[in-house]
């Protein structure tokens, strides 16, 4: 069966630091992965998403997040970050060929001043 | 503002009630989803519709019920209801109802059984 693992269920990181979200998934076939966030008092919104090509993917107020088929791994990056930024970071997968959406238990990034 | 809507915003009841929350998607899109988060289970997801048809279903509740209407709104029931439903309900809806979907979230309906 898939699942998704996010391994921190809060982070803590000061303003201006770089900060890395882990998320892990199993699958035995193909996915799709996304990158959600939640901010407060308000509904998920699509950070980023992989679907085929670069391994790399860019996404919306400077997130990144790099698949990784060997790791099995889609982890969310952002190299400085803004206390705007804290909220819920959710990841989500979805195997090939079917119509589920996996979502992680999300990760709470408290940015400090 | 993700173009979903959902009514009403916030709901009290009492234990053994049922409710109705209603969920508008996005104009286009034929598919609708339902989740359920609270603080102890994260986001659950309960069951999603493709024009007007079940596709898939989750962790929903024998006591729970939804359908998506010609006009493509979709309506959760919830009845018999127990303290441990009081939860933030999403509606959520995309294009397809495929996996490569981006899903667009609404505010949420926040429901409080006293």
């Known amino acids: 069966a898939q699942s998704v693992t996010q391994l921190d269920s809060q982070v803590p990181v000061f303003e201006e630091a770089p900060v890395e979200l882990r998320c892990n998934y199993s699958?035995?076939?193909?996915?799709?992965l996304f990158w959600y966030v939640q901010y407060p008092n308000q509904g998920l919104q699509l950070l980023l998403k992989y679907l085929s090509g670069s391994t790399l993917v860019k996404g919306i107020n400077g997130f990144e997040a790099e698949f990784n088929k060997s790791q099995t791994s889609f982890h969310l990056r952002k190299p400085s970050v803004h206390i705007s930024d804290t909220a819920e970071y959710f990841c989500?997968?979805?195997?090939?060929?079917?119509?589920?959406?996996?979502f992680g238990t999300g990760t709470r990034l408290k940015v400090l001043a | 503002d993700s173009g979903v809507t959902q009514t009403p915003k916030h709901l009290i009841t009492a234990t053994g009630q049922r409710v109705t929350l209603r969920c508008s998607p996005r104009?286009?899109?034929?598919?609708v989803y339902w989740y359920q988060q609270s603080l102890d289970q994260g986001l659950q997801f309960l069951i999603q519709y493709y024009n007007g048809e079940e596709r898939a279903k989750g962790n929903i509740l024998e006591r729970f019920s939804a359908q998506q209407f010609p006009d493509l709104h979709s309506e959760l029931n919830l009845s018999s209801l127990e303290l441990g439903d009081s939860a933030l309900y999403f509606c959520?809806?995309?294009?397809?109802?495929?996996?490569?979907?981006?899903?667009?979230f609404g505010p949420g309906t926040r429901l409080t059984v006293l």
């Open positions: 699958s035995s076939v193909s996915v799709y």
């Open positions: 959520a809806s995309s294009t397809q109802g495929g996996g490569t979907d981006t899903q667009y």
């Open positions: 104009s286009g899109d034929l598919s």
């Open positions: 989500a997968v979805s195997p090939g060929g079917t119509y589920k959406y996996i």
